[in-house]
């Protein structure tokens, strides 16, 4: 009887002792969403605003920041996060060893871009502002056109205007300046995009992108950045899958 409380005994203390330890463990938060809040600072010179592109890697989503410098994106406490500004070092950001908070303060001293490389001439990388604006100004050239008033008035001009091969070849030039003038506007978009990691694209591809983008012309001009963003980062992802698989 003696032997049995004993072993009743020394059951109880280790069963207490796995419960607390079980209390004592610490949670894992590396799943967990957190909050980032930053701002990017140029200490060297004074900037009137700043393009700022917060993307987390992990999952090649992310967002635009303010011209003041200010940024905010919810991301895992795993992933990380790369802070991207037009002419400047791109930043990365990961909370995977520090201890968990829901809200990380950040401030990030921006360092320029600097490139050693051959004498060229570079064409400065547009912003999205001055992107946005060219995308929504994006007009194909108008040539007269002929109505029932102008066939009325003179007929022998309208029949020419209708039929005549310089006519048609005016039409035809006016057809190919406004693609022209698109897929400039879309090249300067990919060279935005691949500066900013969000494709990975050599300028020698980008012809070839373009025509696989296809885009619609009343969608490139009024689509949001965001919708922009996301239609091309979905068709460059399809685009690098046929590559792969030999198409």
């Known amino acids: ?20 330890s079980d209390s004592l463990k610490v949670p894992n938060y590396n799943d967990s969403i957190i909050t980032i809040k930053g701002r990017v600072i140029d200490t060297t010179q004074k900037v009137s605003f700043y393009n700022v592109m917060v993307i987390n890697k992990s999952v090649g989503k992310g967002n635009f920041g303010k011209y003041d410098g200010t940024f905010t994106i919810q991301v895992k406490k795993t992933d990380l996060v790369a802070v991207s ?13 520090k ?5 990380y303060k950040v401030t990030l001293y921006l360092e320029l871009r600097t490139v050693t490389a051959k004498e060229v001439v570079v064409k400065p990388i547009k912003t999205l502002e001055e992107l946005q604006k060219e995308r929504a100004s994006l007009e194909k050239r108008e040539l007269p056109k002929v109505t029932m008033s102008s066939a009325i008035e ?14 048609k ?18 090249r300067e978009i990919l060279r935005l995009y691949v500066h900013n990691d969000i494709i990975d694209l050599e300028d020698e591809d980008f012809d070839a992108f373009i025509n696989f983008l296809n885009l619609n012309p009343q969608f ?3 689509a949001t950045d965001y919708e922009l963003i996301m239609y091309i980062k979905g068709k460059y992802q399809h685009y690098i899958k046929l590559q792969k698989e030999g198409f």
Request: cysteine-free.
């Open 85 to 97: 500004v037009t002419g400047y070092q791109t930043k990365y950001l990961n909370f995977k060893n």
């Open 154 to 167: 003179s007929p022998i001009t309208a029949l020419y205007m209708a039929f005549s091969k310089r006519e």
């Open 99 to 103: 201890p968990y908070k829901k809200e």
């Open 1 to 20: 009887m003696k032997q049995f409380f004993t072993l009743i005994f020394i059951f109880g203390i280790n069963t207490l002792i796995y419960s607390q």
């Open 220 to 222: 490139l001009k009024t």
């Open 169 to 186: 070849i005016k039409r035809l030039i006016a057809e190919m300046e406004f693609k022209d003038k698109q897929r400039e506007v879309v």
